[in-house]
Each structure stands twice: as structure tokens, then as C-alpha cells.
């Protein structure tokens, strides 16, 4: 085996990342995250947004990755965590009708108190709906396979913006506010640091849930089901179960994120903001395939990755964004189809385990 | 006693008819093949018998139980398991993690879903890869196996999930003759020393004489013959329809 930088690399990770190391590498992230706030202060906002994307592409590898069921709705967890969310922030305390009519106007003030009862419980509707829709969609809907079933969510997404355009109570097409952060409480500073650490804790438990998820027998169906579905149901497993359970668990992660995210953007619409499966239903997808589908990992590296290169080339080259984002999809395709996880698997596969044994295993059973 | 029971099955897509009036008994403990030309509707019956497809007519009796009308996940819980022509393994997961994931827990509840797999369960599929050779190659990717490999890899997992009858499709297609040997062997002491009972679709008649004590001859839909290997190597239809005249 050559040595060159990229293996140093690679071996100074999984250094990094063994048993003895491994408190030391998770605290040094989280005191990162903890402090990045306070580092990159005017980045405050896009550092939420780029852990809210981490939290979705982790959540889409459940299906996409792990799974194998490529998924374009969970965008629609998203909206309806987000239009819950806001609607039950405000419902709470007023009229819901007469708030989205006014179109924003400041009529009705939160108080302090108010506004974090209403956020609280928003966001615990935002994560226990959107799991009881995806269980009954994927009860209808998770017996397609490959292409059909992503071609069936991808008419969620749609859908459900059409829909929401057309009730008034939440503002139909022209959209809704979210209720404004309480003016006696401080500036606009407190209002990004306080979602960036809900994001943050959000983010955390995600992570904390899934890779418990992952050690599970069920993650290893979930692994089962994507690798081959007729044989796991043959060997007697109710796959079904496991994959309502799994877009369950998905959906309620990303419905929380949308509420997070309908009182960070400050304004709800239903097509570019809430369903918006042009762009986040698309990013979620891109970000776990750059990084590598099916790993823990994978999603994180990804979104990362992909935030950082969007951001910097939106705010550079203006006007060239999608033409980026064109050529990254197909650079991503063609040179990584497997991701950076998936390239590094394959390029040293004996730093993830993989490796004949020449030892034979003191012999139990003899056969000659 | 009779541990699967096929009764006058029939099955047909549109208007080929696959099997016609079907009957096979498969007594407990017993070695049986299944032989017949390509197409003749072996494995049609395979998927009738494990609930792949529903069966136009007929019954089939899983130790004296209907199975006729339950899924593919229920029956493989009650014991009876197939294994495919064409191998089926999890190709990026490594063999130690196809077995783990083979294994049939006592109870299908939430629990079982989100616990994680017992410890001990990994020394058993250690132990089940040294009896199928592949104790080497454990942490390796299934999908990187030969196909010979991939075939005991599958074989293992049936092991792994302790069936009491096992239907086992073609387990020597497509497998160099020295480790044909070694799979008949395995079959044998499977069926010895596990007590499974197997039903073994095979066209290597040298392995049919050699594993089965019964052997049943499907040809276009219908069954053909059924007797000891013997009587079934001399019979005139089965040399017309199968072997071919000397």
C-alpha cells in the first residue's frame, strides 16, 4: 500500500475516531459548535441553516441511504412542521384567521412568555403530526419500490404546496409570518443565538438517536431491505414495519427543523420557502450523496461540504449559482457516485473493517 | 409424518399454465429432490409453496397447518425457508452482518425491532461461516464473494435462522465440482445433524442420487414421476421428458 497524504489522512481520522479518542474528538466538536456563535458571529444564521441542513441529509440517508427508498418527500415534514408550528404559536394565543389577514401587520404582540410557551409547544406538534402523516402515506405507499417510489414522494412535496396555497387560514399563496421575537428581550443577536442553539440541540439529539438507531437490529434491516428486499422477506422479516417506522422517525426530526426554520426565516410561503422540494427537497438528496449514502458520517461531511461551496459561490459569482450547482451535481455523479464516504471505503477498504482474515478460527466444526 | 404437504396445486399466468394439479409429500427428516426440465414449474412451486404468489387452486399444509393463505414473512417465521436460484445475500453487508440480521428473534415486537443484537448470536454465526467455510472471509462485503461463496453465504443464513424445512433451489448451479462435493456434504450433515428437512431443486443428477431418497419429476406443469432415485433414473417417461434416450 502506497502511503500517501490521503491515507495519512484517512489513518489520522480513524485515530482520531477510536475507542480511546473518541471523548476527546466528540467534545471537541460540540465545544466547536458551542463556541462557533460566539467565533463567526455574523455568520450566526447560516450556521443554524447548516445544521439544519446536516439534520435533514442525516435524516434523508434513514431512507435514501440506509434504506435504499430514495425519497423526495420529506419535504413535506418540513412544511407541515413549519405551518404547524407557526400556526399553533400564534393560534394559541390569537385569532389565526385575523393574524394571517393582517399579512404581518403588528396588531398582536407576543408577550415574552408567550412567545417561548407558543414555540415550545409549536415545535412539539411540528415533531409528533408529521410522523402520523408518514405513517399513513407509507402505509399506502411504501409497498412501491425503487424508481416508482421516488417518483410517488416527489408528487408529495407539490402537492402538499398546492394545497397549502389554497387555505386561507394560513395565508394560502401569499404566505404567513411567524410571530415576530419579543422586542423587551433584546436584539436581533439574541434572536440567532437562541434558534442557533435550538438547531444545535436539535441537531445533537438527531445525531444521538440515529447512530443508537443504526447499532439496532433495526438498522440492520433497514441495511437488509436496501440490499435486498425479496430475500429479507423471505428470511421472515416484516419489512414493512420497519420502513413506516423508519420514515416515522425521519419525519419527526424534519418536522421540528421546519418549525425551527419558519421562526428563523421569519416569513412562511408555501412553494419557495415551506414545500420547497425545487431547492431543499433537491439539496437533501445532493448533500448525502456527496458525502457518501449510507453512513453516519456520510451526511454530515456532505452538507457541510455543500453549504460552505453554495454560500461562498452565491455570495462571489452571483448569477452563476445554478450553473455551479449543475456542474457539482454531475461532478458529484460521475466521480463520486459513491460519495467521499463511499470513495474512501472503497479506496482503503481495511480502515473500515474489511479485510480477509488468514487466520482459521479454532475449528468447532471439522469438514474435510 | 408428513411435514409439508402439497395438495393438487395449480397455478397458471394468463394462459400458461405453470402447475397442474400438483401433489408432493415431504416426510419429516427426509432428503426429497425435485427434478424436471427448464420451465417445467419447479421453481413456480417453490413461490406457491412460500407464499410468493397466491395458488389458483389446492392446498398446502405446513406441518398440518394451511400455509396456502399466508405471506412470505409468516411462513419463514413458522420454519419453512427457500433459498433462491439466483443468490440473494446483502451485498454491502459484510457475512458475519448477513447472518446476524438472518437470525428469526422468539418474538417480532417493538422491543425486538430497536434492541440490540445479542452478543452471543455473533460467536454463532462465527461458528455456522467455519461450517460453511467462509470463517475467513467474514468481515469482507457479501457482495464481494464469488458466486460459489455467496452461495454457501446464503446457505448459512438459512442455518442461522434454524428453519425445520428448507427449500433450497439449484444449491450446485454454477459451482465448480470440488466444492459441489463439499456442499453435498454440508447438505447431509445438515439435514443429520440439524434435523432439517430439505427439498432440493437440482439438475446435476449426480448430486440427486446422491443426496435425495426421494425424488419427484415435474415436466410441463405435471407431475411426471415420483419414487427412489433409482426407480426414477429408470423410468421411460422420465428418460424421455428429462434424461434423454441412451
Known sequence: MKKDYLYLFVDFISKLTSKENKTYFFSGIILFLL?????????????????????????????????????????????????????????????????????????????????????????????????????????????????????????????????????????????????????????????????????????????????????????????????????????????????????????????????????????????????????????????????????????????????????????????????????????????????????????????????????????????? | MSILDVNNVSKSFGGVKANVDISIKVNEGEIVGLIGPNGSGKTTLFNSIVGTHPIDNGSIKFQGEEISKLTVPTIAKLGLLRTFQQTRIYGKLNCVQNLLISYKPEKENINTMFSKIPKNLNDKAEKILEFVGLYQKRNLRAGDLSFGQQKLLELAMALMNEPKMLLLDEPTAGINPTLINGIIDRLIRINKEFGITLLVIEHNMKVVMQLAQKVFCIAHGQLLAEGNPDQIKNDKRVIDAYLGAQ
Open chain 1, 35 to 368: 463556541l462557533a456563535p460566539f467565533i463567526f458571529s455574523a455568520y450566526k444564521v447560516q450556521l443554524s441553516f447548516m445544521l439544519i441542513l446536516i439534520l435533514l441529509a442525516m435524516t434523508w440517508d434513514v431512507q435514501g441511504g440506509q434504506m435504499g427508498y430514495n425519497t423526495f418527500g420529506n419535504i413535506l415534514f418540513f412544511g407541515v412542521g413549519m405551518y404547524l408550528c407557526a400556526s399553533i404559536q400564534i393560534g394559541m394565543f390569537f385569532p389565526l384567521a385575523e393574524w394571517t389577514e393582517s399579512g404581518g401587520e403588528k396588531t398582536f404582540v407576543h408577550s415574552t412568555d408567550q412567545y417561548f410557551q407558543g414555540l415550545f409547544v409549536g415545535l412539539i406538534f411540528a415533531g409528533l403530526i408529521p410522523p402520523i402523516i408518514a405513517g399513513l402515506i407509507g402505509y399506502g405507499i411504501l409497498g412501491l419500490r425503487g424508481h416508482y417510489f421516488a417518483i410517488c414522494t416527489l408528487g408529495l412535496g407539490i402537492a402538499a404546496g398546492e394545497l397549502a396555497g389554497g387555505i386561507e387560514l394560513i395565508g394560502a399563496g401569499q404566505g404567513m409570518t411567524t410571530p415576530p421575537f419579543p422586542k423587551g428581550l433584546g436584539s436581533l443577536e439574541l434572536r440567532s443565538q437562541v434558534f442557533y442553539f435550538l438547531c444545535l440541540a436539535l441537531l445533537v439529539f438527531t445525531f444521538i438517536t440515529l447512530r443508537w438507531l443504526y447499532s439496532t437490529r433495526f438498522g440492520l434491516v433497514l441495511n437488509a431491505i436496501r440490499d435486498n428486499e425479496d430475500k429479507a422477506e423471505a428470511m421472515g422479516i416484516y419489512t414493512m414495519r420497519y420502513k413506516i417506522s423508519g420514515w416515522m422517525i425521519s419525519a419527526f426530526f424534519v418536522g421540528i427543523a421546519g418549525g425551527l426554520v419558519g421562526n428563523i426565516v421569519g416569513y412562511i410561503e408555501p412553494i419557495e420557502v415551506a414545500f420547497d422540494g425545487r431547492e431543499m427537497g433537491v439539496f437533501m438528496v445532493l448533500m448525502t450523496i456527496l458525502g457518501g449514502k449510507g453512513t453516519l458520517w456520510g451526511p454530515i461531511i456532505g452538507a457541510t461540504a455543500f453549504h460552505i461551496f453554495k454560500e461562498s459561490f452565491w455570495s462571489m459569482f452571483l448569477g452563476w449559482q445554478y450553473v455551479a450547482l449543475g456542474v457539482l451535481i454531475i461532478v458529484i455523479v460521475i466521480y463520486f457516485p459513491e460519495g467521499i464516504m463511499g470513495y474512501l471505503r472503497e479506496k482503503y477498504p481495511e480502515k473500515f473493517g474489511e479485510a480477509v482474515d488468514e487466520k482459521d478460527r479454532k475449528a468447532q466444526v471439522t469438514l474435510n
